[in-house]
């Protein structure tokens, strides 16, 4: 039997078959899908593709969820800021297939700079992009990973990165802060900051707060265990009108009914198991006073952020402590359903939001040095962990620079906290004062790009949000997957626990598949096949490639050794020929 393609150029690409069955659904079945992100897009359109009814109900006036992008009015949009589609995306890109199937509207990025605070950058650009080469390139090329400094990193904790075993490895750093593990690790301060805690930032997380089985996790999936690469792809326009309209439209073409601007207020769960009917309650977003809509399902997918996935399960029975009217009525027969359903709502209302995050966007009245990076990562800038210079992607956006001759620029800060930094707060959204980060946010762009200094701001819109989930350092296993105790309810986001090394836009795009062939395997559909990044470091795999890998570690090894003594004679030749 011939092995599938893989869907990048990693060999080692592992695929997660979905469970057997038919084809189609042999029956009418309907399912509402809440919440049109990455997630619910995933759900429906596997579903909608096997010929379920699907209802796709979203809040906002767009698709696209925390990766929405809307427009001004005046030509101009705005978004949620910066997100990087990276090759080990294999899902979310083949999602994105379905209304784009050569990925023409994704251009790549000719690097992904990282600047620290002194002016030290990182660059990925010509670093090889299998492991262990990269890592070996990366050390001797980083200006942020002296050799002077290797003694000082603990080797042991430095294996564990290359050392994984999925899903085992999730649960080996529960109780452990990604700042913990950094702190034991001994990298560098520059390597620390720029290789690592930028990983733990784009969580929306301090790394105190954030887990490092997921830093670890991270790290596996971009760098140290895939031959993907770091380097990544961005959308040629605004997401909405690149991505998310696009895939819209073939989710109609499908027959799912697209309903924007409509919320869900409440579900209601099925009173007779038997013939269980899901009933979801639904009004307009700009009009409240509008009387709900009910809608009857099958079965609903929950793919909403966090907060709203609490508020909506809080009204399902196991929340009051009891049980539905059917599971009261069965005595000690329901007794264990009662309490899985406790036991899950326990888990839902420990979950947290990570702190806000900002987006700042400015239209200038001249443009960026074109020597500048299109994007930059950036640590030690104050509030700023991102800048972007939009016109070099986006086609609206290079529109208006040719029309108005000048730059259009983006600023993300990850985690704007008014608890951490008591300067920040404010009477403005999420308790913060607006004009403080505005102004913070400003300066560090006037130090990163400092013509921008000299430029006036033509128009301006400062985003203020915090429906991220907090990934905290708690066990694993508590956190919620896409499974539920109720028959028909299934749950699909980004914060969900999976199996697998993946994270951010992919585990949105996994979960929301996950949900769907849930589903689909409980009416005998077949489902849509996963694929994911090696589950295994280079040391844990065959061994043939452990073999080669310990080799490449000795040849590491020596190589550094190498290199400290030749920069060693070189400082040496130099100081004699500046004496003499």
């Given at each position: 039997m011939t092995r599938p393609l893989v869907p990048g150029r990693d060999p080692h690409a592992v695929r997660h078959p979905a469970a057997p069955g038919s084809a189609k659904v042999g029956e009418d079945r309907h399912v509402v899908v809440v919440g049109g992100g990455i997630a619910g897009l995933g759900a429906a359109t596997i579903l909608a593709e096997r010929g379920v009814r699907v209802t796709l109900v979203e809040a906002c006036e767009q698709l696209g969820g925390r990766v929405r992008a809307w427009p001004l009015g005046d030509g101009r949009t705005m978004s949620r800021g910066f997100h990087a589609f990276f090759r080990q995306y294999y899902t979310l890109r083949a999602l994105l297939r379905r209304a784009d199937p050569t990925l023409a509207h994704l251009v790549p990025v000719p690097d992904y700079p990282l600047r620290r605070?002194?002016?030290?950058?990182?660059?990925?650009?010509?670093?090889?992009?299998?492991?262990?080469?990269?890592?070996?390139?990366?050390?001797?090329?980083?200006?942020?990973?002296?050799?002077?400094?290797?003694?000082?990193?603990?080797?042991?904790?430095?294996?564990e990165l290359i050392d994984v075993s999925y899903p085992e490895s999730h649960g080996r750093y529960d109780g452990e802060s990604a700042q913990a593990f950094l702190d034991r690790l001994r990298f560098p301060e520059g390597a620390r900051h720029l290789a690592l805690e930028v990983f733990a930032r784009s969580f929306f997380a301090h790394p105190t707060e954030f887990g490092a089985g997921e830093l670890v996790g991270m790290f596996h999936s971009y760098f140290t265990g895939s031959s993907e690469g770091l380097l990544f792809d961005v959308p040629d326009d605004d997401y909405d009108t690149a991505l998310w309209a696009p895939l819209g439209r073939y989710l109609e073409g499908l027959g799912v009914d697209v309903r924007l601007g409509s919320r869900v207020t409440s579900l209601i769960e099925p009173a007779d198991t038997l013939r269980p009917v899901w009933r979801i309650h639904t009004h307009s977003s700009s009009s409240p006073e509008q009387v709900a809509e009910e809608l009857e399902a099958d079965a609903v997918v929950l793919?909403?952020?966090?907060?709203?996935?609490?508020?909506?399960?809080?009204?399902?029975?196991?929340?009051?402590?009891?049980?539905?009217?059917?599971?009261?009525?069965?005595?000690?027969?329901?007794?264990?359903?009662?309490?899985?359903?406790?036991?899950?709502?326990?888990?839902?209302?420990?979950?947290?939001?990570?702190?806000?995050?900002?987006?700042?966007?400015?239209?200038?009245?001249?443009?960026?040095?074109?020597?500048?990076?299109?994007?930059?990562?950036?640590?030690?800038?104050?509030?700023?962990?991102?800048?972007?210079?939009?016109?070099?992607?986006?086609?609206?956006?290079?529109?208006?620079?040719?029309?108005?001759?000048?730059?259009v620029v983006e600023m993300h800060g990850y985690?704007?906290?008014p608890v951490r930094d008591a300067a920040l707060a404010g009477e403005g959204p999420r308790g913060l004062d607006l004009r403080v980060v505005r102004e913070r946010l400003m300066a560090s762009l006037h130090e990163v790009y400092p013509e921008t200094r000299g430029l006036g701001v033509v128009h301006e819109e400062l985003l203020i949000e915090d429906d991220c989930g907090l990934v905290g350092t708690g066990a694993w296993r508590e956190r919620l997957t896409v499974e539920t105790p109720y028959p028909g309810l299934v749950l699909a986001g980004d914060g969900l626990r999976v199996d697998w090394p993946i994270a951010l836009m992919e585990r949105a795009a996994v979960t929301g598949v996950l949900a769907a062939n849930r589903l689909l395997a409980g009416w005998g559909v077949r489902g849509e096949d996963i694929w994911t990044v090696p589950l295994q470091g280079i040391l844990k795999r065959r061994p043939s490639a452990r073999t080669m890998a310990i080799g490449a570690g000795a040849g590491l090894a020596g190589a550094l050794v190498t290199t400290a003594v030749a920069r060693a004679a070189r400082g040496a030749r130099s100081g004699i020929r500046a004496r003499g």
């Open positions: 605070g002194d002016g030290l950058t990182d660059s990925f650009a010509a670093l090889p992009p299998t492991p262990p080469a990269n890592l070996l390139a990366f050390v001797l090329r980083s200006p942020t990973f002296p050799v002077a400094a290797l003694p000082s990193v603990h080797i042991p904790s430095a294996v793919a909403t952020d966090p907060r709203a996935t609490r508020e909506l399960v809080a009204g399902l029975s196991g929340a009051s402590g009891g049980g539905s009217a059917e599971t009261s009525r069965g005595g000690s027969r329901w007794s264990g359903v009662i309490a899985a359903q406790q036991d899950w709502h326990r888990r839902v209302e420990a979950g947290v939001n990570a702190p806000p995050f900002a987006v700042l966007r400015v239209w200038l009245d001249g443009e960026v040095a074109p020597e500048r990076e299109a994007f930059l990562g950036t640590s030690g800038y104050d509030l700023l962990d991102n800048v972007t210079v939009l016109e070099r992607f986006e086609d609206g956006a290079a529109a208006w620079t040719a029309e108005h001759g000048g730059s985690a704007v906290d």
